[in-house]
């Protein structure tokens, strides 16, 4: 049973005469709101309709997966980006032992967290170069230009540093060169632990061929 939404207008005086006629100025015209006809309900629910509506959904949600998918997944390869000349390849937060970087030109170079064990740096220009909480173990490092190069908590320890300029070089944290070869190596403003310049002092010998440095004088031994 259809419900009609039919709402009157009263004024407070009642009428002398009986409400009769639409023309009647006492008389409030009446609205009635239009609903659709069973027939456009039908219309609406026809299979085709349906289907375009369903079909239109599913294509909606196919392009925001995609679009999803494409933002979460990354090449590993542009995650990690070294610097320098040698950028090309990955050289940050990956597995790069005994790899040989000798001679090569890695300012700047980006090796964050790898690990380089035994990899050969010999002769190479790190200048700027980050080895932050790099494993460095056995490492050959020598006569390699490490000027400003980063060590902080890097794992030094039992590299080769003979020779090596590491002039302004920061080795903050628990950077560790226990066992390392410092024979000419130059470790000027290079800020050390208290307990790692004691142990690198007893160590300590020769000059650096480059700058001229006593490895002693640089580390500023007693």
């Known amino acids: 049973m259809a419900l009609l939404n039919i709402s009157f ?3 407070f005086s009642l009428p ?7 023309s009647n100025p006492n008389f409030c015209s009446c609205s009635i709101p239009s609903y659709p006809t069973p027939q456009d309900l039908k219309q609406s629910e026809a ?3 349906r289907r375009g509506g369903v079909g239109e959904s599913i294509a909606k949600a196919s392009l925001l997966a995609l679009v999803s ?3 979460l997944v990354v ?3 542009l995650a990690f980006k070294g610097g320098g000349p040698y950028g090309s390849e990955v050289t940050r937060g990956q597995d790069l032992t005994g790899k040989d970087f000798s001679g090569k030109s890695l300012i700047k170079q980006d090796f964050k967290t790898s690990i380089l064990r035994q990899a050969n740096f010999k002769s190479a220009k790190l200048l700027g170069a980050s080895f ?13 230009d490490l000027r400003g190069a980063d060590f902080s908590l890097a794992n030094v320890t039992k590299a080769n540093l003979s ?7 920061l080795a903050t944290g628990n950077t560790s060169f226990r066992g390392s070869i410092i024979n000419g190596a130059d470790f000027t403003d290079v800020p050390l632990r208290d307990d790692q310049r004691e142990y ?19 580390l500023l031994c007693k």
Do not use: Q
């Open 163 to 169: 020779n090596a300029n590491l002039e302004g070089a």
């Open 69 to 71: 998918a494409s933002l």
């Open 16 to 22: 002398k005469t009986p409400l009769l006629s639409f």
């Open 47 to 49: 299979p085709e309709n």
């Open 132 to 144: 932050f909480d790099a494993d460095l173990t056995g490492a050959d490092l020598s006569g390699a």
């Open 75 to 77: 090449d590993p390869a």
């Open 200 to 218: 690198l002092c007893k160590v300590a010998d020769g000059v650096n061929p480059i700058t001229g440095n006593a490895t002693r004088d640089t």
């Open 9 to 11: 207008c009263f004024k």
